[in-house]
């Protein structure tokens, strides 16, 4: 932790002398909240992706959206980090659900849908697959993983979803990272 603050203060200091060009700047600005956030200062954090994602391309700006959404929840500031994860969700066609009864019906769809499908899946390597499929995917993660301490019916059904989406692109990190976050909220569950 003490590295890391040390690190964004580093970062401040180099922002603050400016004449740096855009892109270096927005560069410093992401290694800045990197370093807030592995110090612990969530909403910091937050506040600094939001502030890099301004004036940069789409993708860009949805990922630091969504790292912005993560950290703000984690951090207790649910309704931002809610409006942030909003903006992440539309941009590929999914929404957060609007009651908790809402939430179980789809979750029990999701969870239906994955016992009918199975876990069996063809590997394939990142290359071969789209960035949108893999923003997907990874969007679903953020908000099942954002969500978990929150909303745990919604954190379910995103790991669902998110579980579903591995399985269907069959990119090995991401297959692993979601069957082991399939494991932990079954252990949870069983408890």
Known sequence: TLAFNHAARFYKLILKIGNIPAA??????????????NAGRGAQAAEVYLIAAQ?????????????AAEHLLLSGHIDEGLA???IVLKAVGMKLLESPQRALISLLIRRVQLWARGLSFVEQNESQISAEKLFTVDSCYAVATGLAVVDTLQSAYFQTRHLL???????????ARALSLEITQRIQISR
């Open 55 to 67: 004036g940069v391309t789409t993708k860009i700006a949805l990922e630091l959206h969504q790292r």
């Open 165 to 175: 989406l591995a399985l269907d692109l069959g990119e090995p990190y991401r297959l």
């Open 24 to 37: 270096e700047e927005r560069k410093l600005q992401i290694k800045l909240a990197d370093s807030l956030a």
């Open 84 to 86: 942030a994860f909003r």
